[in-house]
C-alpha cells in the first residue's frame, strides 16, 4: 500500500513540475500579444452577420493605432473610445439598435486553432467588444501581434517576431503535432481551476 501511495504521489509531483512549466511558457507569451473578442448579440443569423462586419471595423481601427506604436496595450487602452464609436457608427449604419461595448481585460481563452498556429488556453490580455447584451456565438483572433487574417507560414512568422515572440515560441505554437500535449495539459489545468472557484 505504501508503495501504490508514494507512486501516485510522485505522478502527481511531476504533473504538478510539468504543468508549471507550460503555465510559465503560456504566460511568457500571452505577455507578447493582444488577442481579439467580439461578441455577437445572439446566435440568429442577422446577429452572427453583424458581429463579423464590427469585427471589420474594429480591426480596421485597431490597425490604425497600433501603428508604429511601442506599447500595443497603452495604445488600445488610449484608444478604446475611438474603437467603440467605430463599433457603434457600424452598428447604427447597419440600422441596429444595439451598441458595443469596448473593454481591454484580461480573460481565460481554451486552446484555438488558426490556419497557421493554435494558441495554448491561458489567461490573455483581450480587446473584448460585446454587441447589445452578448448573448451570441463570438469570434476569436488575435490583434497584436496582427493575425486575424489568414496568413502564410512567412507571414505569420515576421508578425510574430515583430512582436518579440522568441523561434522556440513561434515553434511551440505552429509545431501543434508536438505541442498538443502541452496543450491539453493547460486546458485541463484551467478547467480544473474553474471548477475549483
Known sequence: MKKWIHRVLMALSVLVLVNGFFVARQQKLAEKMVRLH?????????DQEIKLLVRDVVLQETGNLLEGEGDPRAALAQGLSSIETA???????LGCRETAKVTLQKELFPTREYDSFTLPAGTYT??????????????WCVVFPSLC????????????????????EVAWI???ENSRL????????????QLFS
Open 38 to 46: 467580439v461578441v455577437a448579440a445572439s446566435d440568429q443569423e442577422i
Open 87 to 93: 463599433a457603434n457608427q457600424c452598428l447604427q449604419s
Open 126 to 139: 483581450a480587446l473584448r467588444v460585446t454587441i447589445g447584451t452578448g448573448q451570441g456565438h463570438n469570434w
Open 149 to 168: 487574417l489568414s496568413a502564410t507560414s512567412a507571414e505569420f512568422e515576421a508578425a510574430a517576431q515583430c512582436a518579440g515572440m522568441t523561434e522556440q
Open 174 to 176: 505552429t509545431d501543434t
Open 182 to 193: 502541452s496543450f491539453k495539459s493547460l486546458e485541463l489545468l484551467y478547467d480544473l481551476r
